[in-house]
C-alpha cells in the first residue's frame, strides 16, 4: 500500500503562484507523478519525478512555469510542483500518484495507466 497526501491546492490570480506537495509512504515507489483533470476533460499528465533519482520530467506546454521538485532531510518523502505564471487554463484538480512498477524509460510514466495509486485529488482555481 502506498498512502499520498496533497496540499497546497487554492484560489489564485492570473499570473501568481502555488506550490502543491505530495506526501508519500508505504511500498517500493519507482515514480511519482502530477495529473490534473479540468471539468469535461480528461485526466492529463503534468509532470513526474523519479523517486531515487534527480530526474523528473514536465509536460512540453508547460515547461518553463512549471517544475517539479523532491524535498530533503524531513521533506524527503514529499514531491513538490512548483506552479508560476498561472493561467485560467491551468484551473483543475490536480492529483498525484505513485508508480510501483519498474519501466524502462521515464517517458513510459506519462500515462496514467502506469500508476496503482492516486492522491485525493487538490483543486486549484485560477481566476482572470
Known amino acids: 500500500q502506498v498512502q499520498l497526501i496533497e496540499a497546497g491546492g487554492g484560489p489564485v490570480q492570473a499570473g501568481g503562484s502555488l506550490r502543491l506537495s505530495c506526501a508519500a509512504s508505504g511500498r517500493t515507489i519507482y515514480v511519482v507523478g502530477w495529473f490534473r483533470q479540468a471539468p469535461g476533460k480528461d485526466r492529463e499528465f503534468v509532470g513526474l519525478?523519479?523517486?531515487?533519482?534527480?530526474?523528473?520530467?514536465?509536460k512540453d506546454s508547460l515547461q518553463g512555469r512549471f517544475t517539479i521538485s523532491r524535498g530533503r532531510g524531513n521533506a524527503k518523502n514529499t514531491v513538490y510542483l512548483q506552479m508560476n505564471s498561472l493561467k485560467p487554463e491551468d484551473t483543475a484538480v490536480y492529483y498525484c500518484?505513485?508508480?510501483?512498477?519498474?519501466?524502462?524509460?521515464?517517458?513510459?510514466?506519462?500515462?496514467?495507466?502506469?500508476?496503482?495509486?492516486w492522491g485525493q485529488g487538490t483543486q486549484v482555481t485560477v481566476s482572470s
Open positions: 519525478r523519479d523517486w531515487d533519482g534527480d530526474d523528473s520530467r514536465i
Open positions: 500518484a505513485a508508480s510501483t512498477s519498474s519501466y524502462r524509460y521515464l517517458y513510459d510514466y506519462e500515462g496514467k495507466e502506469k500508476y496503482d495509486y
